[in-house]
């Protein structure tokens, strides 16, 4: 278990402070802030690579030292994925991932290094030297080397950013599955809170360099307890009702018994959900999603999740 107790990191000012949690073996963890909140510090000081300076982190129950007093800063149990890469720009792509299986089998080293090419479809780019690839390839590669450890703790810092809907599901399924099959302890940092979910047990919201609150995902998502925790867990309506401000998501309403009328404006079809735009009485605008267009509601009730 890696467990952070009141942990600070100081720059020129506190990036975090009195940050406490545990990320037990098999954990999904999503973690939402806007820029700034500290989220890629709090990454980098639970795997070592960014010392702290109040409080303390453990990795079953022994502290885990920053790179000012280990020579090689990082843990093999814990893998990061951040924009940084860290990647040899003068090896291949193949090489790159192959560093980290050295300990295996030659046979076993190139199976796990085709398996990950495949699986982050950079196949074609094996023998090209990173430095000569795109950043988001290098993306890529940076989760290819990081899955390869087959690491007990896995972090990733916003790593779906350069990928397509498509790649990202096909990695996400990979990952639930490594969760599953071998318990490995996942956290996840995105600026699209929508994108955690299905996937991720819990979310943690960290704002100004403080654990705002930690929730299980349907909860933070259904139930936000600020119009700002609401809006980083993806769209959300706001509108006042009887004189109380209401959060809802585009999809918490029904048609049965209205009272709240509306009027169509326009609809845009995504290919998967249909998200109609709507003004009220009030001029509020507000988004619902269907499976068709709505042009032909006249009004709606907020029908809130339990």
């Keep these: 278990m890696i467990r952070a107790e009141n942990i600070g990191v100081l720059r020129d000012d506190w990036v975090l402070r009195n940050v406490s949690f545990e990320l037990p073996e098999g954990k999904l963890l999503g973690i939402i802030g806007d820029s700034g909140a500290g989220k890629t510090t709090l990454l980098k000081a639970i795997s070592g690579f960014l010392d702290v300076v109040e409080g303390e982190v453990s990795l079953d129950s022994k502290k885990i030292i920053g790179p000012t007093d280990k020579l090689v800063p990082g843990y093999e149990e814990i893998q990061l994925v951040n924009q940084d890469f860290e990647l040899d720009t003068f090896h291949t792509v193949a090489e790159n991932i192959k560093e980290k299986v050295l300990h295996l089998p030659k046979e076993d080293q190139s199976v796990l290094v085709k398996e990950m090419l495949d699986l982050l479809e950079i196949g074609h780019l094996s023998d090209r030297q990173v430095r000569w690839i795109s950043g988001g390839e290098q993306q890529r590669v940076s989760i290819a080397r990081a899955l390869a450890c087959e690491p007990r ?154």
């Design 153 to 306: 703790y896995l972090l990733l810092d916003e790593p779906f950013v350069h990928l397509d809907q498509r790649l990202r599901l096909k990695v996400m399924a990979y990952l639930k599955s490594l969760n599953e099959v071998r318990k490995t302890a996942i956290v996840l940092v995105s600026h699209d809170g929508a994108e955690m979910m299905g996937f991720v047990d819990e979310v943690m919201h960290l704002s100004d360099g403080a654990i705002q609150r930690i929730a299980p995902a349907n909860e933070m998502y259904y139930h936000p307890k600020t119009e700002r925790q609401a809006a980083l867990m993806g769209m959300v309506n706001t509108m006042k009702v009887n004189g109380e401000e209401i959060l809802f998501r585009p999809s918490e309403y029904s048609v049965e018994s209205p009272n709240i009328l509306i009027k169509f404006e326009s609809c845009f079809d995504t290919g998967v959900v249909v998200f109609n735009y709507f003004s009220t009485e009030t001029n509020e605008r507000i988004v619902l999603s269907s499976s068709k267009s709505l042009e032909d509601i006249e009004a709606i009730r907020i029908h809130k999740r339990s």
